[in-house]
């Protein structure tokens, strides 16, 4: 029984320390793009409060920005999802981005990206510059 409280002592303790890391890389993330394209052209689409949110999972929309285009620019170096933006016939606003009262011109752009317990600083600044870079040639800002 001891051995059986130890494990899930150890368990919930590995739990706590992954989640703790993917969210700070996932903060990482979100201020390297920023940081990079600006405040007005990067939206958080996720939840305010930090007790509503995964800690891994960055849903972020950028403004005037075609997600379709912009996975096309970077799915070889970047592994992401286009976060529902648009049903694939139409181009229509997902019904998920709607209920989380996304404005068109973010939810258009936005991605889905997630980070892991094994995720790297690298990897994140890596992932940050390529999405940057991509975003800003989609806006003619390069």
């Known amino acids: 029984l001891d051995l059986d409280l130890d494990l899930d002592l150890d368990l919930d303790l590995q739990w706590k320390k992954n989640a703790q890391w993917m969210e700070t890389m996932r903060h990482r993330l979100k201020k390297n793009l920023i940081d990079g394209l ?37 799915q070889m170096q970047v592994a992401c999802s286009a976060g ?24 258009r752009g936005t991605l889905r990206l997630s980070t892991g317990p094994d995720t790297t600083e690298q990897e994140i600044d890596d992932a940050s510059a390529i999405i940057v870079k991509a975003v800003k040639t989609q806006l003619g800002m390069i």
């Open 38 to 74: 600006g405040e007005g052209i990067v939206r958080d689409n996720g939840p305010f409060f930090h007790r509503e949110r995964l800690p891994n999972t960055l849903s972020v929309g950028f403004k005037a920005v075609e997600a379709g285009e912009l996975l096309n620019q970077i």
């Open 84 to 107: 529902s933006a648009c049903h694939a016939s139409g181009g229509e606003l997902s019904s998920v981005l709607e209920a989380m009262a996304v404005p068109t011109e973010y939810a």
